[in-house]
Structures are given as C-alpha cells and as structure tokens.
C-alpha cells in the first residue's frame, strides 16, 4: 500500500487574500514505511510573504524570487502522488492552496476523498486535547528539535511518524547498532545444549551429613 505525507508552506492563510504556495514536501510510504522516494521544492509565488508567514517559515522575497514557479513543476507533481493517498495535517487548509494552484493552470483538483487528515484523526482520538503537529510529537515521544522553523520536509518526517501512531500502528525501530549482538544471542541459544541434571546423595553421604548436623552444629533453643 502507497501512501503519501505531504505538506506545504505558503505567503499566508487564506487563498482568498491571493496567497501562493512557496514550498512543497512529500514523503512515500510503502506499508506504513517511509521510503527514500520524495518529492521537494521552493516555488516563486509571484508576491510577497506575509510577515506572520516569515516568521513561520523564514523564507524571504528575495529567496523565493529565484525559484521555480508551480507551473513548471506541476507535472513532476502530479506524477509523484498519481494513485496514492495522500496524509496531510489540516488538510483544508494544503488542498484549497493546491487546488488553487491548479485551478489556476486548469488542472484538475485533488478530490478530498482521496485524502486522510491527520487532525481530524487526532481530533476524534483525542478530544478537547490539543492537536497540532508539535502537541502530538509531544504526546508520543517523538524528538521534534530540528523544528525551528515550519519546513515543509522536515514536517513530512514528523508527520509520518504521527500518523502511524495515531493508526495505532507500531512504529519500526531499526538499532542496527545491536543487531549483530541480538543475533550472536539467537545464535547462542539455538546451540545451547545445558540442562540441569539433579545427583542424588548415596547413603554413606547422608550418613556423614547427619553426623555434621549432630556434632559440628549448636543446638537451636527457640
């Protein structure tokens, strides 16, 4: 099963206001696994980035400037989410911006249906809690530190190990570091032929012992 972690980073909230996109991640999934396929770029919106926005993401005007715009990497785009579902935190909020981007090319939308939203996962498992990316890393122990910024890749990698938390699946754990010496035990225990064999006392053993008891002890008085 393929799955998708995707998320963006925009000039601002609402696409009503005439807000772009300015970065795209995507991460694949392979049966919940996080793959070595993704898909990264900076778009030049054509306008400027709100100040709340900079202070999110921390990519300037003059940065953006010289990026790609969404139209020439459109196609790449679609190519890498074709048939798969797509995860997303606050999904309303990435699809209005990318179907708006779309829409502005007359490429057709990204169907809701076709989408899994995190927070709305998190919301129904955690009612009245908070349910944002770092509240939920916080809840399942989950290093977010290179955070400083809402990046868009970086914010794939934490999504996906949310995601499979809140599906209640296990998160693979891979210490290669101990492998060889989980395997050396495996081993040790495969060949490990000691029983214990119980040797009982012959008479002139226990005779002796008795006389021990009687003669070597002091007698108890409690």
């Given amino acids: 099963m393929k799955e998708v972690i995707l998320d963006t980073e925009t000039t601002g909230l609402s696409v009503k206001e005439g807000h772009r996109i300015v970065e795209i991640g995507c991460i694949a999934l392979e049966n919940l696994i996080p793959t070595s396929e993704k898909f990264h770029c900076y778009l030049n919106p054509g306008r400027k980035v709100s100040q709340k926005a900079l202070e999110v993401h921390g990519y300037t005007d003059e940065f953006l400037s010289t990026q790609k715009q969404f139209k020439n990497i459109v196609d790449e785009f679609l190519l890498f989410i074709e048939d798969k579902k797509l995860i997303i935190h606050n999904a ?20 809701l249906d076709n989408v899994t939203d995190t927070l709305s996962l998190a919301r129904d498992k955690f009612p009245g809690s908070p349910v944002s990316l770092d509240a939920l890393c916080k809840r399942y122990r989950i290093d977010s530190s290179k955070r400083a ?20 699946q296990k998160e693979p754990l891979l210490d290669f570091k101990n492998m060889d010496n989980d ?20 008479p002139d053993e226990l005779n002796l012992h008795k006389t021990y008891l009687k003669n070597s002890l002091k007698k108890n008085f409690f």
């Fill in 183 to 202: 395997k050396n035990d495996l081993e040790l225990k495969k060949n490990n032929k000691y029983y214990k064999k119980v040797i009982k006392a012959n």
């Fill in 92 to 111: 309303e909020f990435d699809l209005s911006h990318l179907n708006n981007e779309l829409a502005i090319l007359n490429k057709p939308k990204i169907k």
């Fill in 149 to 168: 910024k809402h990046t868009a890749l970086v914010d794939c990698e934490l999504l996906s190990k949310v995601y499979i938390n809140l599906i209640d």
